[in-house]
């Protein structure tokens, strides 16, 4: 099934609304969001130059820091009258990156949901029950409504309490399950220890997956232990939340709905834009959206494109299989997490030296991160009192700054390795291929 005719247009068609759509959203953000008038001025750039989509390149890049630099509501091209939404993710430092939304851009997002959970195998038929968290995370909202938009019964169940997710997902018959890939691992794990075979005693059929890579060994084992069509879907924040691609039943590359989102892949060290089939860093510009419009942003994931007509019938750009990030941030737990943050809650602490190290395991399926910690002072060893309440401020500090908990290692002084340069204080020892 496919939602939308969009979907299948050719790609004259699509062009065609691409340039009417990006000359619009070019002037929506040039006309009323400081940064891009900044932007655009500082290359001598006017929205009217703008008259082909091979134009598009001229335009400077949108990072993150801008969100940053425009902390809470400097991105926003409407007044926050007109804003019915707001959602937030975790940034570089402890301030959010915020994001807004209008009526129509919350219509948008539904639609573009539905295209994607369509995609997958999803109808009214189906009874879909959300893990992912509701809250600022965009994760939880954003499938909410276009699951209700296609007609799927929606349980909004949001992540956690795992053993009354499986519970709620016998009795209800739940037939969707949509979480991070690593928790639908974990799930099927305590499932088995409560006595229940995903595979025989649920229902479940498709799982939609996102907020993290999925590695094609995890997607395989998903596959195996709940006997279910697994799914990716891609989005972020920045760009609108989930709903920007979404892979279809031929699972060969994420769709991307491209007359709301135009992609391109750059040279991460160049910028320079890259031609079909090369992998390098993802470059999204938004063309529908009203509150918060964003040009050639820059997402840091490392992915192709491909154009070729697909096996589903559409006729959509597809991207192809995140192969990692081209900055430092981990992911954990389907969190962004910037080394940059754990340093700047060690700098806080004064029982602590400079010296730190991260490392990033996989305990069964769910990702791990233990924070090796060297003490300033000797002294602080000779009570073991003293060293559990370090690790406890440590630990809260960082849980309020990352929203997640991590395992603290407190270490003596001199134990770290210490590097000339650039130092390595991360290890991420999961096995991602
Ligand atoms: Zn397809």
């Not at 529908?288 to 750009?317: F, I, N, Q």
Request: net charge neutral; charged share 30%; aromatic share 8%.
């Amino acid at each position: 099934m496919i939602w939308s005719k969009e979907e299948t247009w050719d790609r004259k068609e699509i062009e065609k609304i691409q340039l009417e759509r990006l000359k619009e959203s070019v002037k929506r953000a040039y006309e009323n969001v400081p940064l891009y008038k900044e932007k655009f001025d500082s290359v001598g750039l006017k929205p009217e130059d703008i008259k082909s989509l091979d134009d598009l390149k001229k335009i400077p890049f949108t990072v993150k820091d801008d969100f940053r630099a425009n902390y809470p509501f400097g991105m926003f091209a409407v007044p926050k009258k007109e804003v019915v939404r707001i959602h937030a993710s975790s940034g570089t430092t402890g301030k959010p990156t915020v994001v807004g939304y209008t009526k129509k851009d919350i219509r948008t997002w539904a639609e573009l949901i539905s295209r994607v959970v369509t995609a997958a195998g999803v109808t009214d038929d189906d009874t879909a029950q959300i893990a992912f968290g509701y809250g600022l995370f965009t994760g939880g909202f954003g499938l909410h409504y276009g699951l209700e938009n296609v007609g799927a019964s929606v349980i909004p169940m949001s992540s956690g309490n795992t053993e009354k997710q499986i519970m709620l997902m016998k009795d209800f018959e739940t037939t969707v399950l949509i979480c991070t890939p690593s928790y639908a691992l974990y799930i099927a794990e305590v499932a088995e220890k409560m006595g229940i075979d995903p595979k025989k005693d649920l229902k479940v059929r498709i799982g939609l997956f996102g907020g993290e890579a999925c590695s094609e060994s995890a997607r395989t084992e998903i596959e195996s232990k709940w006997g279910i069509l697994a799914t990716q879907n891609y989005g972020m924040s920045e760009l609108m939340g989930p709903g920007v691609s979404g892979d279809c039943e031929y699972q060969c590359g994420m769709h991307i709905s491209e007359d709301h989102f135009i992609a391109e892949i750059i040279d991460p060290k160049t910028g320079e834009v890259l031609p079909e089939g090369e992998i390098g860093e993802l470059v999204i510009t938004t063309l529908t959206k009203e509150a918060l419009p964003v040009l050639r942003y820059r997402t840091k994931d490392m992915t192709s494109l491909t154009y070729e007509k697909c096996k589903c019938g559409r006729t959509t750009a597809r991207m192809l299989k995140i192969r990692g990030r081209s900055d430092d941030m981990l992911i954990i737990r389907g969190v962004n997490v910037f080394p940059t943050q754990i340093e700047s809650v060690l700098e806080g602490i004064e029982e602590i030296g400079p010296h730190y190290e991260i490392i990033v395991t996989k305990n069964g399926h769910l990702d791990q991160m233990t924070i090796n910690i060297e003490l300033a002072d000797g002294k602080f060893l000779e009570k073991f009192s003293c060293l559990e309440q370090i690790s406890k401020k440590v630990d809260h500090k960082l849980k309020t700054v990352l929203g997640l908990s991590s395992k603290i290692n407190i270490v003596q002084p001199r134990t770290l390795e210490r590097f000339e340069g650039k130092a390595k204080r991360v290890k991420d020892l999961r096995n991602v291929n």
